[in-house]
């Protein structure tokens, strides 16, 4: 139980890793301020090291991870590209960037309830993705 409880973990510890990354790549060009584009730049640094991780303890499971939902990827795209032609403002991209990091926050907190079993190393990933999702939230605040 506890083995496949952490591979669970893990598995949305790497779609939601992925998913961020992705979006904070879509709006990164459009970001007109410096110190927003430093924060976006920064969390994303964190999440590819975080991915590092992840993809580590998968490897020891022998276990290939997971991709993003690809519904939730696709709808992510259509609302990030027609907000940014309505408006490509450092409002907009702090607004799409906030409404995702809740998203995932909300989701990794439902995912740490469901595999309670899984071991205390893919929980500490897990908590730590959501402080940095909250911390990218808290520092973006600013821009909305």
Not at 51 to 75: C, F, R, S
Not at 113 to 141: F, G, M, P, V, W
Request: net charge negative; glycine share 4%; proline share 1%.
């Amino acid at each position: 139980m506890i083995e496949q409880d952490t591979i669970k973990l893990l598995r949305e510890c790497d779609a939601g890793i992925k998913m961020g990354i992705a979006s904070i790549n879509e709006v990164l060009d459009y970001t007109n301020s410096e110190n927003l584009k430093q924060c976006l730049s920064f969390c994303r640094e964190k999440h590819e090291s975080l991915m590092k991780e992840v993809q580590k303890l998968l490897d020891k499971y022998h276990d290939d991870g997971k991709e993003p939902n690809p519904l939730a990827k696709g709808m992510s795209w259509i609302k990030t590209n027609t907000k940014l032609v309505i408006d490509e403002s450092d409002q907009t991209i702090a607004d799409l960037i906030t409404d995702g990091c809740n998203m995932g926050v909300k989701s990794l907190n439902r995912y740490l309830n469901e595999y309670k079993a899984a071991d205390e190393t893919s929980k500490d990933i897990a908590k730590r993705l959501i402080n940095l999702e909250e911390k990218l939230t808290a520092d973006i605040r600013d821009y909305l």
